[in-house]
């Protein structure tokens, strides 16, 4: 109510690819769902309740102030960890609620085993290693160190994990180096486990990984984009295809954008609509308005080259994307009225509007074009 268009979670689709995952992964490995940057645009705390619901029990975030958020909403059983940014005053906070941090230097050790041991609460860490993305982790070098803390402070922690992260499992062109962090991973998880560390969960994969690198998954991956029924790239998904007899997407979206129609006029040949002059009536024209703009997420860049889906058909964006409104030529269709339901991204009939299709101008991924929906669309769960 109140808002110009809204957000649907369809729920069959999301128990579809959770379906499928559990196919793919096995009964025996844990999946973790990915929620940062707001679910992926399907929004945070609605996303929660609804995985939870469909059997999700552990969450990833990057950041505490998401942490927050999840810690709000989730079943106090399911697990929650943090892959990325907590500031040092946050730590005491995340192992007060038992949230899982990602270790990645050794200051952060040391602050995370100190502030345990003050508090004498456990924190649940996991060890992220450098195997070569050259991002976060801790160098193998410095693992006589981390191991030298470990014992220093034995009982103020829980060794949750041993994670990596893998730089472009998404694409062939970075197969040796992948299979290079593998080696790697493989290798100083050897050394500690025989220094006596065995970690509850050896998990290095994400979407990607756990499709065409299966030796990466052992017993937790860590799964953002393939849950909401988006393969990383396409190279993933003929990737997965390979040998199978069906060549086609085993997901489903889980998100579709919908508004409705404000307004139907009808406009003479020879004139410009909407502003300026980028757009002229070739043939006397009936234009619908819709009320979304590129203050509400939809580009500009979309201006007389985006579609959307009215009474099941492929429509022209027509004009200017403006602030609040954009306007659709109607021609094809009858009987359209204000009201009538109108499809940003999604399905209508038998036509869809892919995320993706928003992108083709400035090919963006389908991550960036997902996080970039605004948390102010609201967001509704259909069965
Ligand atoms: C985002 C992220 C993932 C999930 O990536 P997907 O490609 O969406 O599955 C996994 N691990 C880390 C560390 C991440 O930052």
Same mark, same amino acid.
């Given at each position: 109510?109140?808002?110009t ?28 769902s ?12 609605? !996303?929660i ?26 079943r ?18 995340a ?17 995370? #085993? ?9 924190v649940?860490?996991h ?29 103020? %922690? ?7 992260? %893998? ?15 593998? $080696?790697?991973y ?8 025989? #220094? ?31 849950? %909401?029924? !988006? ?34 006029k009808? $406009? ?10 980028? !757009? ?8 619908a ?8 997420? %939809? ?10 889906l ?10 200017? $994307?403006n602030?609040n409104?954009?306007l ?29 299709? !928003? ?25």
């Amino acid at each position: 109510m109140f808002e110009t268009s809204y957000i649907e979670l369809d729920k069959t689709a999301l128990q579809h690819n959770y379906q499928f995952l559990r196919n793919l992964i096995g009964n025996d490995v844990q999946l973790s769902s990915v929620v940062k940057g707001n679910a992926y645009g399907h929004g945070l705390e609605k !996303f929660i309740s609804l995985s939870e619901a469909c059997g999700a029990n552990h969450f990833a975030v990057f950041s505490a102030d998401e942490a927050y958020t999840v810690q709000q909403v989730k079943r106090p059983e399911s697990g929650l960890m943090i892959m990325g940014m907590i500031d040092p005053s946050e730590l005491a906070w995340a192992i007060e609620n038992q949230i899982e941090v990602f270790i990645f230097d050794l200051e952060r050790l040391e602050k995370a #085993l100190a502030t345990s041991r003050k508090l004498q609460i456990k924190v649940k860490i996991h060890l992220e290693l450098e195997t070569g993305m050259n991002r976060l982790g801790l160098n193998p070098s410095e693992i006589e160190a981390a191991v030298a803390l470990l014992k220093r402070y034995e009982d103020a %922690y829980i060794l949750q994990g041993l994670c990596t992260h %893998y730089a472009g499992a998404e694409s062939i062109a970075n197969y040796v180096r992948v299979k290079k962090q593998i $080696v790697t991973y493989n290798k100083l998880a050897k050394r500690l486990k025989q #220094l006596g560390y065995v970690p509850q969960k050896y998990h290095t994969a994400c979407s990607a990984a756990t499709v065409s690198y299966p030796q990466t998954r052992m017993n937790m991956v860590r799964i953002g984009i393939l849950q %909401y029924g !988006f393969f990383p790239t396409q190279e993933t998904l003929i990737q997965y295809l390979k040998n199978k007899k069906e060549q086609i997407d085993p997901l489903k979206r889980v998100l579709s954008w919908k508004s409705k129609v404000m307004n139907i006029k009808t $406009v003479e040949a020879g004139e410009f609509i909407g502003y300026g002059t980028s !757009f002229l009536a070739s043939r006397s024209m009936r234009i619908a308005t819709v009320p979304v703009g590129y203050a509400h997420g %939809y580009s500009r860049s979309l201006s007389n080259q985006g579609h959307v889906l009215i009474q099941g058909k492929r429509l022209n964006v027509i004009g200017m $994307v403006n602030m609040n409104l954009m306007l659709v030529d109607l021609e094809s269709t009858e009987g359209v009225q204000a009201g009538d339901e109108v499809v940003l991204i999604g399905t209508q009939g038998d036509t869809y509007i892919s995320v993706a299709s !928003f992108g083709e101008l400035s090919n963006q991924l389908n991550y960036e074009l997902l996080t970039r929906l605004p948390r102010n669309i609201p967001r509704k769960v259909v069965e």
